[in-house]
């Protein structure tokens, strides 16, 4: 199976994985703030079979570069959009995110509506102003440089131990990885114009939920959200509230799991996302979303694959 490799999207480096079945519903993956597209490793084995996935490392995330302007959720999802016409990926997607991954993928449902088949989102930031403290305390000045700029082996456990329900998840490759991402040149300045960009120390900014969620809420994509029932990053209630902003939208509670299901109940998580796939495969079968004005669908820039290791394996 295809591991991780290095494309330019718009002149810029980006890390992506793409493997599965090509004629299958193309899936696109987005990982939360400061992780990588190592976040979906586990669905891999599990849905490739039937389905394209392609996963990558936002701007400035994992080993990606930066985008050239400041971070915003915009910046973002248009740098998702940008990777799938990289890859050369013209049909209807379904968006699946997690956490800062699925303000993302909503963002991007917003700017493309007619490209998106389907949203997954997956414990997903913009249901609710509360946050961890260790996240809020990162938008404070001062504070946020001190810690992100200069990473330790310390802080990076302490963040998976956080993310996950089950402390035995929290594994030494995991923190080691964290550790690799913390320490690359663009990873910090990056979180912290994403993270002051939505949130204070007061919690997540209504202002930017708001607009976003009214505006998901007028394309009524087929839609899914799910939760663990011991997040610790976003907290569980906020499943409720996805429901209330977006009342098509099917639910799931995942019991005894954390911030990602995806890697804590691979098994069960993937056999809910496969039945919602089943579910919105007719749209995805329209042939190509719309032309751009004059008449392109979009930058198709180079892809040329540059292989930059052997997926690791963090489980």
């Not at 098509?248 to 998580?269: L, R, Y």
């Amino acid at each position: 199976m295809n591991g991780p490799v290095m494309i330019s999207v718009r002149g810029r480096a980006t890390r992506i994985r793409d493997a599965g079945y090509r004629d299958g519903t193309p899936v696109l993956l987005l990982h939360g703030i400061g992780r990588s597209l190592e976040d979906w490793a586990p669905l891999y084995p599990r849905l490739a079979g039937m389905h394209r996935l392609i996963s990558l490392d936002l701007p400035g995330s994992g080993f990606s570069a930066r985008a050239a302007e400041p971070t915003t959720l915009e910046v973002l999802a248009q740098a998702a959009l940008d990777t799938l016409d990289a890859v050369g990926e013209h049909r209807p997607v379904l968006l699946v995110g997690n956490s800062l991954g699925g303000a993302v993928a909503l963002r991007a449902a917003v700017q493309r509506p007619a490209g998106v088949a389907g949203l997954c989102l997956v414990n997903s930031a913009g249901f609710g102003a509360e946050a961890a403290l260790a996240l809020r305390l990162m938008a404070l000045p001062g504070i946020g440089d001190l810690a992100l700029r200069r990473p330790t082996r310390t802080s990076a456990r302490r963040v998976e131990r956080l993310t996950f329900a089950d402390p035995r998840w929290a594994t030494e490759a995991r923190v080691e990885h964290a550790l690799a991402i913390a320490r690359q040149p663009d990873t910090a300045a990056v979180m912290l114009e994403t993270l002051r960009a939505l949130a204070t120390f007061r919690g997540v900014r209504s202002r930017w939920r708001g607009e976003l969620l009214r505006a998901a809420a007028k394309h009524r994509h087929p839609t899914l959200v799910v939760w663990g029932d011991r997040d610790r990053v976003l907290p569980p209630s906020h499943l409720a509230a996805a429901k209330a902003a977006l009342p098509h939208a099917e639910t799931e509670m995942f019991v005894g799991i954390g911030h990602m299901p995806q890697i804590e109940c691979p098994d069960e998580f993937a056999t809910r996302l496969l039945t919602f796939l089943g579910t919105v495969e007719p749209a995805a079968a329209v042939s190509r979303w719309p032309a751009e004005p004059g008449g392109k669908r979009g930058v198709a820039v180079g892809t040329e694959h540059v292989e930059v290791g052997k997926e690791r394996d963090l489980a």
